[in-house]
């Protein structure tokens, strides 16, 4: 098969590092890629975003599978484009990327079918919004409804906090159309746990769980990020919640989709917060997590394009799908300022003594680089993601860290605790 990968980030890298080793492969096509995948295939300079684009190289090209890693050409309905010319897509329609692409939607979905979450207001107008809070006890939440790179959720802490979101996202609209809407919704506490689920529309596996590292700073301090580190399997998530997860989340997500008229064939991504009452959902994702991929695929013994393949033809529960009882560990590599302002441009040393396969138990996944003469330079706000495998945490941070130590470019940053807190787990 000849296979396009969409996308430029480390997630990105880890699918095609995982999708090469399928012996179902032929070509492998990534768009537009960055200075890592371009070591393991061949890289295209089409942005993610155009779809058309992206459509026209497919079909000249004889792609047979292109795998969508952003949500932005999910939610501007790339799956729906490529199938109305015949080509095949691996992520959700449009109308089933909603999920992720409107809180809105999301909420009353959730709400409609009984799936476990905060409780919440929608609110079209900010003098509304505000004059709720102000009546509200805080931690309050208060979120987009449309995509906002991440961004789009406050935790306030009090009406000052929240009163400023409301402001940024409705009045000032620094997320454009996105904040035209808001949820403010319960405050929840617990532990964040990410469940990828790959599904046909009917079924689902249950990748192994993940624990993302949100914010910038050591002890889960400073502003919210893409995501600094991750582990997996989470030691939290037993048998029990995995059947919680599946029979009240997962399952209840699928089929109320399904019964829409908006099928999910996919990853479906749910971002739990197991609180004292179960897990309750924060958010549906409607793809691969960034970086809980490039701490999940690591783990994965079976094909990905296979399993991939049963997906689309609606037989996922056939499908092989094994994992190593290894650990796993991702530490993220930074420019000096992210999330905030940052640098891009400086040479990248020390990657020449990694290499790429897992039998050392270390991987390097590529995000914001790029090739420039004979060196790598850094070329957006998260660099790098090492991952470290082991038998246990201890040896996974252990192989994480030591070579995280051996990277260096000017102003680089990691978060020095990812999966500390599970080092005897
Ligand atoms: P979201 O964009 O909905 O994933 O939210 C981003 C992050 O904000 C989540 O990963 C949580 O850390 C936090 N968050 C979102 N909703 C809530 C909530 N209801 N209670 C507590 N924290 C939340
Ligand atoms: N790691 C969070 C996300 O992919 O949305």
């Known amino acids: 098969m000849n296979v396009m990968i969409v996308g430029k980030g480390g997630r990105e890298h880890a699918l095609a590092w995982k999708i090469s080793k399928s012996p179902y492969l032929d070509e492998l096509v990534v768009a537009p890629g960055n200075?890592?995948?371009?070591?393991?295939?061949?890289?295209?300079?089409?942005?993610?975003?155009?779809?058309?684009?992206?459509?026209?190289?497919?079909?000249?090209?004889?792609?047979?599978?292109?795998?969508?890693?952003?949500?932005?050409?999910?939610?501007?309905?790339?799956?729906?484009?490529?199938?109305?010319?015949?080509?095949?897509?691996?992520?959700?329609?449009?109308?089933?990327?909603?999920?992720?692409a409107s809180k809105v939607f999301a909420k009353d979905f959730m709400k409609r079918f009984h799936i476990p979450t905060a409780g919440f207001l929608t609110f079209d107008n900010a003098e509304g919004?505000?004059?709720?809070?102000?009546e509200h006890d805080f931690p309050i939440v208060i979120k987009t409804d449309g995509l906002a790179g991440g961004k789009g959720s406050v935790v306030a802490k009090n009406i000052e906090e929240a009163r400023d979101a409301i402001v940024h996202m409705m009045i000032e609209r620094t997320w454009g159309d996105a904040g035209k809407t808001v949820v403010v919704e319960e405050f929840l506490q617990g532990t964040e746990i990410s469940v990828l689920a790959m599904t046909d529309g009917d079924n689902a596996i249950i990748l192994p769980p993940a624990q993302d590292y949100k914010r910038a700073y050591d002890g889960n301090n400073g502003p919210n990020t893409g995501g600094m580190g991750c582990i997996a399997p989470h030691p939290m998530f037993d048998l029990e919640l995995r059947k919680i997860t599946m029979d009240e989340i997962i399952i209840p997500a699928i089929e109320g989709l399904k019964f829409m008229d908006s099928p999910f064939k996919g990853i479906l991504y749910a971002g739990l917060m197991i609180t004292s009452s179960?897990?309750?959902?924060?958010?549906?994702?409607?793809?691969?997590?960034?970086?809980?991929?490039?701490?999940?695929?690591?783990?994965?013994?079976?094909?990905?394009?296979?399993?991939?393949?049963?997906?689309?033809?609606?037989?996922?529960?056939?499908?092989?799908?094994?994992?190593?009882?290894?650990?796993?560990?991702?530490?993220?590599?930074?420019?000096?300022?992210?999330?905030?302002?940052?640098?891009?441009?400086?040479?990248?040393?020390?990657?020449?003594?990694?290499?790429?396969?897992?039998?050392?138990?270390?991987?390097?996944?590529?995000?914001?680089?790029?090739?420039?003469?004979?060196?790598?330079i850094s070329d957006g706000g998260r660099v790098l993601n090492v991952v470290g495998l082991g038998d246990d945490f201890s040896k996974a941070i252990n192989n994480a860290y030591s070579m995280a130590g051996k990277i260096k470019f000017e102003k680089s940053f990691y978060r020095k605790d990812i999966g500390a807190k599970y080092k005897n787990a």
Do not use: W
Request: hydrophobic share 40%.
């Open 35 to 100: 200075a890592g995948i371009e070591q393991i295939a061949n890289t295209m300079d089409i942005s993610q975003d155009d779809i058309r684009g992206l459509a026209n190289y497919a079909e000249h090209n004889s792609i047979d599978l292109t795998i969508v890693g952003p949500e932005d050409p999910l939610a501007n309905g790339i799956t729906d484009y490529f199938s109305r010319r015949g080509l095949a897509v691996f992520g959700p329609s449009e109308s089933a990327a909603r999920i992720e």
């Open 129 to 134: 919004a505000i004059r709720f809070v102000e």
């Open 278 to 376: 179960g897990p309750k959902v924060l958010e549906f994702n409607c793809r691969f997590g960034d970086p809980e991929t490039q701490a999940i695929l690591p783990l994965m013994e079976s094909d990905l394009l296979e399993m991939m393949l049963f997906a689309l033809e609606n037989r996922i529960l056939e499908a092989d799908c094994q994992f190593s009882d290894k650990k796993s560990v991702c530490v993220v590599i930074a420019s000096g300022g992210y999330p905030k302002r940052y640098k891009k441009g400086y040479p990248i040393e020390g990657l020449g003594e990694i290499s790429t396969t897992s039998e050392e138990n270390v991987l390097v996944f590529h995000a914001g680089t790029a090739q420039k003469g004979d060196s790598i």
